[in-house]
């Protein structure tokens, strides 16, 4: 018999599927090849739901469902008068490399007209769900449909031909050809004479950039765009493609707070025209204030779907993570001792101006400021790894050569960089090998690296901040985002520094795991390393700097003690009070 059955519990654990059996009290359902779900029915409702995957045996998904709305077999017959079909449904899905499984039950449901959260910690696998979207990936198993249609996707083209755009969080923009080229690459307007018309293409991008709310010139050429507005001309650009599914990977962590809210706006316009959106991120604030239903994934594996107003973060953090965690480590207060670090004056032409303040051993000085305010740029400067024209930088009494990051590393400076995939791992060798980078010479003897002690260090650490490795030999290109950037955080807070800059040091990295960094950087404080922290998350900044600096436009703007450093006077300085520095 071939009918469509949905089977709903209230807990929010639904079955849908298709060629459904009945056998007294029990449902099945088959979903996929590989999977089918199985309802046993009591008086009250679904008591049990059961998947079944030919991969991985029965696995009860939630043992005491209870519901009442569970639909009854007569009503379940036929579609009709069902929730709205889904834009996007993946269910079961299945994604393995080698030995390891990325995904083992990837399930999705867009609503058109929905803004959908997806949420898990780090290597959880969504950005592996992603990718098998956005065509990048073959499903090894699972069923995949669009607009209630089954699809199998080669490529991305196939993926974008449906109505699937991506936005990742690098953009992929062509630095070197215009705004308006960047969009229509590839199917420029041609005018009459079938010329290509590059009025026709202005226009047409400009409408685009009205629809959205913003304003970018279609004529500029795209690089040295700030990565909010090349975000933006992607999404300029799937409007154009007729996108009816729009998804974006973890797009705000690289944006200030006003192109945070400029992206939002933007996605809501999408909503109420009907797009569905998948929406990944780390950030709760975001996805509670922006998003209608949120799906929790973790260890490969779909969790549950909730209404967002029927759910508290607290309980979304549970079962994303299994256990209760605090969202931030108490600051621990270290005895502060003679400077370590003084800088002069600094200035670097276009850049940043007039950069004077001082990190005494064991205290956590923050930088804040607005994404684009220069802190960065300070930060690479004061390290060695970007030149200056003008002031001086002092470690441990000796004054630094300027652009000469290895004599910094010799002195016993770290830098945790903010682009940690791009510059802090070298992405070929193992996840070992990567954490035990900064530590060769002193685990090693004779000139020879011994292996063993490198892999306990590299296990120790790994451990530590819960690096999710099926192997330490692994190369470290196979990690998730998030645990790239815990591979690199380990390599640095291993070396022992005396004075580390730590930029984003939580950015990317999931709930669970942001209270252990917390508390390394406390613990290496407690030792008395100083610390420069660049931030851009508040709650950070208050809960973890003894002083903060804040930067707007490449000066300081303001210096605040622990006492005066308020969400309200860090945002004023990093905002609105130009006037007082010029
Ligand atoms: N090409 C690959 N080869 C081997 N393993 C991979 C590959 N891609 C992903 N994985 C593994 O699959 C798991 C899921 O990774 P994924 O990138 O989907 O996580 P994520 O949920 O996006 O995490 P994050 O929040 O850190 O971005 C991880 O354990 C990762 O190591
Ligand atoms: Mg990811």
Redesign the pocket.
């Known amino acids: 018999m071939l009918r469509t059955i949905a089977l709903d519990s209230s807990l929010g654990h639904r079955a849908r599927g298709f060629e459904t059996t009945h056998r007294g009290d029990e449902w099945e359902c088959l979903v996929s090849i590989t999977f089918r779900y199985r309802c046993i029915l009591d008086i009250d409702g679904c008591s049990e739901l059961v998947l079944y995957s030919t991969l991985h045996g029965p696995e009860t998904i939630h043992p005491q469902c209870g519901g009442t709305n569970i639909a009854s077999p007569s009503e379940t017959s036929t579609p009709s008068g069902e929730a709205p079909e889904p834009r996007l449904a993946l269910r079961g899905a299945v ?1 393995a ?2 030995p ?4 083992a039950e990837g399930t999705i449901e867009i609503l058109p007209g929905e803004i959908h959260a997806l949420v ?12 098998i979207l956005a065509g990048l ?1 073959h499903l090894d198993a699972g069923e995949f449909r669009v607009d209630g249609r089954p699809v199998v996707f080669r490529n991305v083209a196939d993926s974008k031909a449906v109505g699937i755009s991506v936005i990742y969080q690098e953009p992929t923009l062509f630095p070197d050809i215009t705004v308006g080229e960047n969009i229509f690459i590839g199917r420029q307007p041609k005018g009459r004479l079938g010329l290509i018309s590059r009025a026709a293409m202005r226009s047409a991008a400009r409408r685009l950039f009205d629809q959205l709310g913003v304003r970018i010139d279609p004529d500029r050429v795209a690089e040295g765009l700030s990565i909010a507005d090349q975000q933006i001309i992607e999404i300029a650009k799937a409007i154009s493609l007729d996108a009816k599914i729009l998804i974006m ?2 797009p705000t962590a690289a944006l200030s707070g006003v192109e945070v809210e400029r992206l939002f706006q933007v996605a809501r316009n999408l909503r109420a025209n009907g797009a569905g959106i998948l929406f ?1 991120s ?1 950030r709760f604030d975001e996805v509670f204030d922006l998003c209608d239903r949120i799906t929790v ?1 973790r260890d ?1 594996r779909y969790i549950a779907t909730h209404v967002t107003t029927d759910v508290t973060v607290d309980a979304i953090v549970r079962e994303m993570v299994g256990r209760d965690v605090g969202a931030l480590f108490p600051k621990e207060v270290a005895p502060v001792g003679d400077t370590v670090l003084t800088v002069r004056g600094l200035g670097r032409a276009g850049v940043f101006s007039d950069i004077s303040f001082e990190v005494k051993a064991g205290e956590v000085v923050g930088l804040a400021g607005l994404v684009g305010a220069g802190r960065t740029e300070v930060a690479r400067a004061v390290f060695g790894i970007d030149p200056y024209d003008r002031g001086s930088v002092e470690f441990l009494g000796t004054r630094l050569k300027p652009h000469n990051p290895k004599a910094s590393t010799d002195a016993g400076m770290g830098f945790v960089p903010e682009d940690r995939r791009k510059q802090g791992l070298v992405m070929d060798l193992s996840v070992a090998r990567n954490t035990a980078l900064t530590l060769r010479d002193r685990l090693a003897r004779f000139g020879i690296i011994d292996v063993r002690a490198e892999r306990t260090a590299a296990a120790e650490w790994s451990a530590r901040l819960h690096v ?3 192997s330490q030999e ?2 470290v ?9 815990k591979v690199v955080l380990a390599k640095w807070l291993a070396t022992d520094p005396k004075f580390l800059i730590v930029d984003e040091p939580t950015r ?3 709930v669970g795991t942001k209270s252990e960094v917390h508390r390394l950087i406390s613990d290496l404080a407690g030792r008395g390393i100083a610390i420069l922290m660049i931030s851009s998350e508040l709650p950070e900044v208050l809960g973890m700097a003894d002083r903060v600096l804040v930067m707007h436009e490449g000066r300081i703007t303001a210096e605040l003690s622990r006492a005066e450093a308020t969400p309200e006077s860090i945002m004023h300085a990093a905002t609105a009070s130009l006037e007082r520095t010029q």
Do not use: C, P, R, W
Not at 100 to 103: C, E, G, I, S, Y
Not at 477 to 485: D, I
């Open positions: 994604k490399f080698g390891v499984v990325a995904l898990g910690e780090n290597g959880a696998g969504k950005s592996t769900l992603v990718k990936y990977d973890e990944i780390h994934m490969g999710k490795t099926t692994y190369a290109s196979t990690l998730s985002g998030g645990n790239q950037q990317g990295i999931d």
